[in-house]
């Protein structure tokens, strides 16, 4: 270096504090929800009650005549094409004929006020004709097309080896129930007539140039016209992906040439996004009498509910990663998504990974009954390594510590009997009946985009000098969505150009896109792009002092330094369509979990003692971030395990409410146990692994084999519930 640089706090590896935490704890942090403006209306949405059903007509008299109506819109008031969708542009913005799930957008009201809105909404009069419901996803294959063309979205098919003789054959068929993202902030934004032309969204979402592309042409407008800003996200976990307010608002304030907020309550926000895939699977693990695996054979059903949204991707990675992160010669995986009745599923942290470790975990702890072994001892003598061949014959090139991670939680010393007990504060469990059981569960999930996908990140930054200090200016369109990615930039400019103050400017679509912040991708792509533009920059400020040893801000002077970098990794391809085979994925993450329990065996009633988790980040860039998103996912692993699932009856959610859709609470919450691991990967920033999705993944699985271990009976199903518990304990019929 021939330029003077001062020494640096926060940078890559320090625990820095994230800019937005003070504002959070005070609450005085500004999310979509928040936003205001003098002139605006408020959006209401019109939804059907039915799941499949005619649309006759819509008569919107009623509500027009109420005074501080502004407009009620239909589907053939949508400017521009009336379909969106990420995969397939399915999804109409409003229903035109036909409505295929409860709760599906018909019509959009604008009013004074959000009681008004609602009030009109409730008077528009729409006229259906009930139709058959297709629900059940065994069905859908069989049964007329909930769109033309068929039933199936996706189907792959995954074939390696031959299947040989095995001494031992076990066999499963297991469920995972529907699961919300149940962020806490519902949907919400802000959209304002641009002053010549267009329109200017606020919005919370985790991809704003995706977002910008569909509402481009459902609006009828170029993209340059559509600018989209993000606001203050209140959670996501997949939930974000997808549109939901954006579109009905634009159209809205497009109308009116005034600005429109809409926000949705808690029951709406049911309705108004996607759930995780609910999962049917039947497995047949054949292995030898010292119990090497010699084949796995699967078949996933995932119930992609009334439109496609990401049910292709998440297919993809359910068969991609349904034997686990075990070596095994032989695999026959079909893993199909289908169209139904039901409400639609996507994206959710874990991404088809979390329902296929459910089933992969209990078939190896079914394995090692039938073989005698501890269910530890099995797994080690399975795990993949360095080098070891997946399922779609891709060679794992990067660090593979999966012995190492499961060695580390087994070896935690096992938690003393607690004062908490099942039955919770009513003290309805005796402390004589309760059962311990301990649960293990390994994960493997991709990072990053695959198959082919060109991913990339893309980041401007801006060094100037200003009474003699130093500035950085980050700038990209990575979603901030909790997870601390902003932390994380200014952690990268300040390690590379040794600048300590920096800001990071509101994420827009007036730079380059960044990608989805999902797939554990954007400290991985984003974080390259930002590192590879303070290169560039670095690069120039070299130029300028050509031998000179000269401080950055006498380099600078009055002249800012200004570079726009693209981040790509590296290139992946298609899987055969005949065989499931190829180099489809980036990179993968592997955990390891311990689940402890204590179970009342009357009342099914359980209650988790400690959780244990060791995970490879490559490089914990901030490490109490890490751990921030390891108590985040164990939380939401545990959720899934034992309360959370949206019920769905006839097509329709049952509880859509948090009074009766169950979270966690810091009353469930089990101390926890982490240990993280740190083998830096060869291709990416710094070494880093994506660290989001690995934490929840084997969660679930590793409670539901401590319950199975303390009732000793089948668990094949989660969220377990007290009566499959107390079934499972032998206390039910």
Request: glycine share 12%.
């Amino acid at each position: 270096m021939t330029m003077t640089r001062p020494g640096t706090r926060d940078g890559v590896g320090a625990s820095a504090q994230r800019p937005d935490a003070a504002a959070k704890v005070r609450g005085d942090f500004v999310y979509s929800s928040d936003l205001w403006h003098d002139r605006m209306v408020w959006g209401a949405t019109v939804r059907s009650p039915h799941p499949h059903a005619r649309l006759l007509s819509i008569d919107a008299g009623e509500a027009l005549a109420l005074p501080g109506v502004h407009a009620v819109l239909t589907a053939a008031d949508v400017p521009g094409l009336n379909r969106y969708g990420l995969e397939r542009r399915d999804q109409p913005v409003l229903a035109e004929d036909l409505v295929r799930y409860a709760g599906e957008p018909v019509a959009v009201v604008a009013a004074d006020t959000p009681e008004l809105a609602r009030r009109a909404a409730e008077l528009v009069q729409a006229v259906y004709e009930k139709l058959p419901a297709l629900t059940d996803p065994e069905r859908a294959l069989d049964s007329p097309g909930v769109h033309e063309g068929g039933n199936l979205v996706k189907h792959l098919r995954i074939r390696r080896g031959a299947v040989p003789e095995a001494d031992v054959v076990v066999r499963g068929e297991y469920e995972v129930g529907m699961q919300d993202q149940a962020f806490l902030g519902p949907e919400s934004c802000l959209a304002v007539p641009g002053e010549e032309s267009g329109v200017d969204l606020f919005c919370s979402t985790q991809w704003l140039h995706i977002d910008q592309d569909q509402l481009a042409g459902c609006l009828g407008l170029p993209k340059e016209e559509v600018r989209l800003t993000l606001s203050g996200v209140g959670g996501a976990f997949g939930g974000r992906e997808d549109l939901s307010v954006q579109a009905h608002a634009c159209m809205l304030a497009l109308r009116l040439g005034r600005p429109v907020k809409m926000s949705y309550g808690r029951e709406e926000s049911f309705s108004g996004h996607v759930h995780r895939h609910p999962a049917r699977m039947r497995y047949e693990h054949g292995a030898t009498r010292d119990g090497r695996l010699l084949y796995v054979k699967a078949d996933i059903l995932l119930d992609g509910g009334a439109y496609a949204s990401t049910s292709a991707a998440v297919t993809g990675n359910a068969g991609c990663f349904a034997i686990g992160p075990y070596e095994v010669p032989a695999v026959e995986i079909d893993c199909r998504s289908v169209y139904t009745n039901n409400p639609p599923a996507g994206a959710m942290r874990g991404f088809g990974a979390v329902q296929v470790c459910f089933g992969h975990e209990s078939q190896m702890d079914k394995l090692a009954a039938a073989l005698g072994l501890d269910p530890v001892e099995l797994r080690l003598r399975n795990t993949v390594d360095t080098g070891s061949v997946m399922a779609t014959g891709q060679r794992v090139e990067g660090p593979a510590p999966v012995a190492e991670l499961l060695r580390r939680v087994a070896a935690k010393p096992l938690p003393a009997s607690g004062e908490l007990l099942p039955g919770g504060t009513s003290n309805s469990t005796r402390a004589d009946g309760l059962r311990r059981g301990v649960g293990y569960g390994l994960s493997v999930k991709n990072i990053c985009k695959s198959a082919g996908y060109d991913d990339y990140g893309t980041a401007r930054v801006r060094l100037y000098a200003q009474g003699g200090e130093v500035y950085a200016e980050v700038h990209t369109a990575a979603a901030e969505v909790g997870q601390g990615l902003v932390t994380v930039q200014a952690q990268i400019v300040r390690t590379e150009l040794g600048v300590e103050h920096v800001t990071v400017l509101p994420a827009d679509t007036g730079v380059g896109d960044a990608g989805t912040s999902s797939a554990s991708r954007q400290t991985w792509m984003s974080g390259g792009a930002v590192r590879a533009a303070c290169v560039a920059v670095r690069e120039r400020l070299e130029e300028r002092a050509a031998g000179r040893i000269l401080s950055t801000a006498e380099l600078l002077g009055d002249e800012d330094i200004d570079e726009t970098a693209v981040f790509r990794h590296r290139r992946t391809e298609p899987l055969d369509p005949e065989t499931g085979q190829g180099d489809a994925h980036v990179a993968y993450a592997f955990a390891a979990h311990r689940a402890v329990v204590d179970v009342d065996p009357e009342l099914g009633s359980v209650r988790v003692v400690e959780i244990a988790c060791a995970q490879d980040v490559g490089r914990a860039m901030n490490p109490a971030a890490v751990e921030g998103q390891m108590h985040g996912g164990i939380a939401q692993g545990l959720g899934l395990a034992v309360m959370e699932e949206v019920v769905v009856r006839e097509g329709r959610i049952l509880n859509p409410s948090f009074t009766d859709y169950l979270i966690p609470t810091t009353m469930d919450m089990p101390p926890t146990v982490l240990d993280i691991l740190e083998y830096p990967r060869p291709d990416s920033p710094y070494g880093l692994t994506g660290v989001g999705e690995p934490p929840l993944l084997s969660a679930p699985a590793a409670v539901a084999a401590a319950i199975r271990a303390a009732v000793g009976g089948a668990i094949d199903r989660i969220p377990a519930t007290p009566e499959a518990v107390a079934r499972a304990a032998g206390r039910l019929g």
